[in-house]
């Protein structure tokens, strides 16, 4: 009886001394800007984003340093975050739950086909399709962290999914991020208009003249042709917008070349807007 009686004092001990320490665990607490406290375990924080877990879970999340006012870790340090005002009708909700699970979506990116414009109307959807593959070729040396789907992937669920671009319109980001997988969609446009002409003009004579055995002049004769070329060039633009499997844009910028060109190339102006996005790595 009395070897049971220890065993359950034993028990009992070691139960409350469990629960204590569970009591004990101190975890990190984020504030949002829109009020919220989250309690997690913080486990990197970037220039621009604070990564963290659930207590109890393994999942992995991120978070926007833009949408953190303050966070107080588990140490008791207080770290406050300067707000910058992202306008809340363009960031709309930006949630850290995902329709899908964070190892379906978490930290992937697809680019759609680029729309393309000439002179303000739908030109060659094969530019599109360049742009779009210069843009997975560039952002692909640059993407550390991150896992860029090849297009021929993407435009292959969108078509199975009945995302062609006659519809795309009628789809959210939020659709399309759970139909490709992907935490961020790229989207972007080339915008091809007419510029100023050019032309050049060139002539060429030749005079010859003959003589007699006696080096007199006996006729002279002329003779000439002329060329003449000229070439269109063309202001292009490139304008891009990044979202996220929330509908929430992260980023929309355009920019023109600074030279028009005679051949319409746009890779000026997506290298300088890819650069400067937030999914780039230096």
């Not at 629960?19 to 220039?47: F, H, L, M, P, Y």
């Not at 109307?121 to 399709?129: E, S, T």
């Amino acid at each position: 009886m009395k070897k049971i009686y220890l065993l359950m004092l034993c028990l009992s001990i070691v139960t409350c001394s469990f629960a204590q320490n569970q009591s004990q665990v101190k975890v990190d607490i984020i504030k949002k800007s829109n009020g919220e406290e989250i309690k997690v375990k913080i486990i990197r924080i970037t220039d621009a984003e604070v990564s963290f877990i659930y207590t109890g879970e393994t999942a992995e999340y991120v978070i926007k340093k833009a949408d953190i006012s303050q966070i107080v870790h588990s140490s008791g340090r207080l770290e406050t975050f300067s707000s910058m005002g992202t306008p809340a009708n363009t960031r709309q909700a930006d949630q850290i739950t995902m329709s899908a699970t964070p190892a379906d979506h978490h930290n992937k990116i697809a680019i759609i086909p680029f729309t393309y414009l000439m002179d303000n109307q739908p030109g060659a959807a094969a530019i599109g399709l360049k742009a779009q593959q210069d843009a997975y070729s560039l952002l692909g040396q640059h993407s550390a962290g991150y896992k860029i789907i090849d297009p021929r992937t993407t435009n292959a669920a969108l078509i199975q999914a009945g995302v062609t671009p006659e519809k795309m319109m009628g789809f959210t980001m939020k659709n399309l991020c759970d139909i490709l997988g992907v935490e961020y969609i790229i989207d972007g446009t080339v915008t091809q208009n007419k510029g100023y002409s050019t032309s050049t003009t060139s002539t060429n004579e030749d005079t010859k003249i003959k003589r007699n055995d006696a080096d007199k002049v006996k006729g002279i004769s002329n003779s000439g042709s002329s060329y003449s070329s000229a070439a269109q060039r063309y202001d292009i633009s490139v304008s891009l917008q990044i979202y996220m499997d929330n509908n929430a844009s992260i980023y929309n910028a355009s920019h023109k070349a600074f030279l028009s060109s005679t051949d319409g190339s746009y890779s000026a102006p997506l290298e300088y807007l890819l650069k400067r996005c937030p999914l780039y790595r230096r």
